[in-house]
């Protein structure tokens, strides 16, 4: 397969910042680009650390985490055993999350075009029919 050299030319690297930028559209790519999945350009980041410490709070301290809290109490844990055991297992959680979000943050796109890479663009339909089945079960 032979690849071509525009695509080389098309990408900016911006080293002091650690990210990428795609500066061309491949219109002509109906199935695997359109300007929905065309990556965030980097003058548009601006998204630093307070941002992700923000979001990792706001899901962190939410109505399940206390009722989780408080079936600790219901076990016989004390209270600040309780809350402790509860911000261990987002402080846990939040390695993930800041590996999966990574790829986001470097390149600019979206978490289901990350997806892509990694299961292909066919085998990226599985993780997302994952997600919708449990949007009932989690998501507020």
Not at 19 to 44: A, C, M
Not at 69 to 78: C, H
Not at 79 to 95: K, P, Q, Y
Request: charged share 15%.
């Amino acid at each position: 397969m032979v690849y071509p050299t525009d695509r080389v030319g098309a990408v900016k690297y911006d080293a002091k910042r650690g990210q990428v930028e795609l500066t061309k559209g491949y219109p002509e790519e109906k199935f695997l680009w359109n300007v929905d999945f065309h990556p965030t350009p980097i003058r548009k980041r601006n998204w630093d650390w307070y941002t992700y410490a923000a979001i990792w709070f706001g899901m962190a301290f939410i109505v399940p985490s206390w009722s989780l809290a408080s079936v600790g109490l219901s076990f016989g844990l004390g209270t600040f055993d309780s809350i402790l055991l509860v911000f261990l297992g987002n402080a846990i959680v939040l390695v993930p999350m800041i590996i999966q979000s990574h790829g986001g943050a470097r390149y600019g796109i979206p978490e289901p075009v990350l997806t892509r890479t990694r299961w292909g663009v066919y085998g990226a339909i599985f993780p997302s029919w994952i997600r919708q089945s449990l949007e009932p079960v989690g998501g507020e």
